[in-house]
């Protein structure tokens, strides 16, 4: 009687490590989906993200987004670079999820894409982030 289970509990404990492993998602997205830092819904509205061509090689405008979201005063919460997205929250007490991700063109060029399932994040964040490389004011300071 033992025996039989400790048989259903091992079954059991091997079936959810199943799932887990080959569910609809990763067991590493899942991880990071409980710890809050999951990038899945970034990569998923991606096709409606804003996005933008500049005339930066990748490396460049990968430090200049970053310095941009610095100015700005997002909060990175997550950097893939598999992926090239910047993940941030909007402001440290705004948690709306915005996702960057910089797609090399050309030698010279890359396209900024800005994707977030939320309307307001997107457009908020693309419009600053796209006159700060621009070389332009941040129009968030503008307001003020």
Known sequence: MANRKVE???FLILSLFIINIFGCAT???KMKGLAGV???ILEDNRYDAISKNFDFDYAGAY????????SM???VYSEDKKNDLIAVYISETDTTVVGIFLTE???????VEVSSPSTYGKETISKRLFAILEGL???ALRME
């Open 73 to 75: 005063g997002t909060y």
């Open 8 to 10: 259903s509990v091992s």
């Open 105 to 111: 063109i050309e030698g010279s060029k890359v396209k």
């Open 137 to 139: 004011p941040d129009p």
């Open 38 to 40: 999951s990038t899945k």
């Open 63 to 70: 430090k200049r987004v970053k310095e941009a979201l610095s």
């Open 27 to 29: 067991l590493k997205e």
